[in-house]
């Protein structure tokens, strides 16, 4: 019986894992711009605070216990704890608390989270070695731009499959994060990617649920374990990649190679990245974004009688839930976050909690929201039109949210999204030395020193 066939493998594919495994193992350190640079501290910034304030979550106790279980050596820290574990379950668990709420960095060319992986696998092998910040920020850097590179060969077609992109690209950039920190030679990070590739992580089937931020947690073990197996001479595919078989071909139908090789060394993915003011999926965040400008024109609640939305496709397809049970739900829910924006002003991780969620006013309130696909309103856009009991109808259209690169957030914004996350579990001091230590990470001679800020 003939088998289902998608598109004829590629066989002339470029030597891809080749090609990132030089470019990791050569490239020269700070070998980027000042804005790359920046941009770096301003993605590891965001990231530890998103990991700290989900330290108490639930999500965090339970993986938490389960590591503990394998009576972990104390080797690196978990961010916002008093336990030190060992580096792959502290890359594991700050993988899934840097997730959780759901507030972390995006890559909006390919929708992918890749601090989440990249930072958590790199900062738990830095902890135990020693390395400088300097060490951090380029394996951070460069990390990133194999996930990323490799997110834009395979977008859509590999997330349109039913792949949760951050993880199952994610191990790539913390194999070759940790292969720059160890200092492995062109053909040992070429056996890292390669172990990598055997382990993507992360189906879109579990939004909403704790194993959605365990996909982050899970590339970064497994591109930490990558990276230590090569270190050591354990072999893989030198096509791990690209081959017909190989990583790329499998998942997805889409390769488009030029993406890994165009202006390699010069045009670094970590400057297209954005941070979260919304702590949801984000394609809810232009139509939070909207309705937080309704409520500054003066629309309250009581005053509504129905909200309009027209949006892109797959607004629907992400986040349709119309009646979310929980917190979790809710960030897949445009429905809640369009309730939260206008009586709020805002959607905090607070906002998103399973009080507010079940709150009945915001209930009443989401049940007035009406979300039409409209094939012409772009993924980044939304137009929002709300119908007033007195007659009135007020139309707000968004076409790049707040937090997009057009509308990035300041460094202000970002302390100050930082100070909401950390400051409740570690307190308001350690706020400003932990933010202080995070923008002049560059120049640290050892980053235990900051690690040791990280805990209680």
């Known amino acids: 019986m003939a088998r289902n066939t998608h598109v004829p493998a590629d066989t002339a594919a470029p030597p891809v894992t080749a090609i990132l495994a030089k470019f990791v193992s050569g490239h020269a350190a700070r070998g980027w711009s000042d804005a790359v640079e920046h941009e770096a501290h301003r993605t590891f910034y965001n990231w530890l605070g998103c990991a700290i304030g989900a330290a108490e979550h639930e999500a965090a106790g339970a993986a938490m ?126 056996m890292a990617l390669g172990i990598a ?21 899970g590339a970064a073990r497994a591109g930490l374990m990558s990276a230590l197996l090569a270190s050591r001479g354990f072999t893989a595919s030198p096509r791990a990649l690209e081959a017909p078989r190989g990583f790329v071909q499998v998942v997805s139908d889409k390769r488009a190679w030029n993406e890994v090789t165009d202006e390699l060394g010069s045009r670094f993915e ?49 986040t349709g839930k119309k009646e979310p049970q929980d917190g979790l739900q809710g960030k897949f829910s445009v429905y809640h976050g369009c309730a939260a924006g206008l009586i709020f002003g805002r959607a905090g991780e607070e906002e998103f909690s399973d009080a507010v ?73 350690k706020v400003r030395a932990i933010t202080d230590a995070c923008w002049s990470l560059a120049r640290a001679a050892d980053v235990r020193a900051l690690t040791a800020l990280c805990r209680p």
């Open 65 to 190: 216990a389960a590591v503990q279980m394998l009576e972990p050596a104390p080797q690196a820290t978990v961010l916002g704890r008093a336990e030190k574990v060992d580096m792959a379950s502290a890359a594991l668990v700050n993988g899934i608390t840097s997730h959780t709420f759901d507030f972390d960095d995006t890559h909006l060319k390919t929708i992918i989270h890749p601090a989440g992986p990249v930072a958590s696998a790199v900062l738990a092998l830095a902890e135990k070695n020693g390395n400088s910040g300097r060490d951090v920020i380029d394996a951070l850097v460069l990390g990133i731009d194999v996930a990323c590179r490799i997110g834009n060969t395979m977008y859509p077609d590999h997330y349109d499959r039913g792949w949760h992109i951050t993880g199952s690209t994610g191990m790539l950039g913390a194999a070759a994060g940790c292969a720059r920190l160890l200092k492995l030679d062109e053909q040992q990070t070429q």
């Open 270 to 318: 970590i400057s297209f990245n954005t941070y979260k003011p919304f702590a949801c999926g984000i394609v809810i965040h232009p139509s939070i974004d909207a309705c937080v400008q309704l409520r500054e024109q003066g629309v309250r609640p009581e005053q509504v009688e129905k909200i309009e939305l027209r949006v892109h496709p797959l607004v629907l397809e992400l």
């Open 197 to 217: 590739a055997s382990q993507p992580v992360g189906l879109r089937e579990q939004f909403g649920t704790m194993t959605k931020p365990f996909h982050p947690g």
């Open 357 to 429: 969620v079940t709150d009945p006013r915001v209930v009443e309130l989401r049940r007035k929201v009406e979300a039409t696909v409209d094939r012409s309103v772009r993924e980044e856009s939304v137009q929002v039109a709300a119908l007033l009991k007195d007659g009135r109808r007020i139309q707000v259209n968004v076409d790049h949210a707040i937090g997009s690169l057009e509308k990035p957030l300041s460094d202000q914004q970002l302390e100050a999204k930082f100070g909401q996350l950390v400051e409740p579990v570690l307190g308001e001091r």
